[in-house]
């Protein structure tokens, strides 16, 4: 079973601080996706990272994608109370399916 | 709106029951998908369809019955519910294959009881 183990489980921080969020996995995927999600709505996409050693930014959030296309990282910089929710990582496999991490909870306390 | 809007939002019933819930995109995405949420919050993929053809069909039990009338609308069947079925269910859609992403409905919470 393909697996995408995603790092840390739980981050609660203070306003201000960076942080990074891990994905690593043993498969090659075409596509890592990063999505967001808030209590009682579905995961929204970030970003799509396609090639390896891709980075994308999006404004304090920076989206890196391994060279070997096997993992991913998200750091965020002087994170904020609007940053909390859950970080969901997901990597879309040679068969076509599109495979989540166990999700980051991060916590931004003001 | 352009969304992926499923219904109902919350869904309480008794074990035994058949229950369905509906999703539609207005997109014009080609492949739809039905996802479930266990309480860890980790997503897992159900079914996929293609422009109404069945393309992906995981381990799901065959009480759980997948329907795709159009292209715009999947909805899931539920035959004799248990009380493991107890999660959230997201409807999501993609142009294509979803290599570049997906677009996910906000989620039908059933409760078994």
């Known amino acids: 079973t393909q697996l995408l183990e995603q790092s840390p489980q739980f981050l609660s921080i203070q306003e201000g601080e960076n942080l990074t969020v891990y994905c690593n996995s043993s498969s090659v995927f075409s596509s890592l996706q990063w999505y967001r999600q808030e209590p009682g709505e579905g995961p929204v996409l970030l970003v799509t990272v396609v090639t390896g050693g891709e980075v994308k930014k999006l404004k304090r959030l920076t989206f890196q994608f391994g060279d070997a296309r096997k993992d991913s990282s998200l750091h965020i910089t002087a994170a904020q109370p609007g940053d909390t929710g859950l970080y969901l990582c997901a990597g879309y496999n040679q068969g076509g399916k599109l495979i989540f991490g166990q999700g980051t909870e991060l916590s931004v306390k003001p | 709106d352009t969304a992926v809007s499923q219904t109902p939002k919350y869904l309480v019933t008794q074990m035994g029951n058949d229950k369905s819930i509906k999703c539609e995109q207005n997109?014009?995405?080609?492949?739809m998908y039905w996802y479930k949420q266990d309480s860890k919050k980790f997503l897992k993929i159900m079914f996929s369809?293609?422009?109404?053809?069945?393309?992906i069909n995981e381990t799901v039990p065959n009480r759980f019955s997948p329907k795709s009338p159009d292209k715009a609308h999947l909805n899931l069947h539920i035959n004799s519910l248990e009380l493991g079925d107890s999660a959230v269910y997201f409807c999501a859609s993609s142009h294509l294959s979803g290599v570049y992403g997906y677009t996910f409905g906000s989620g039908t919470r059933l409760t078994v009881v």
């Open positions: 997109l014009g995405h080609d492949t």
């Open positions: 369809y293609n422009n109404k053809e069945l393309i």
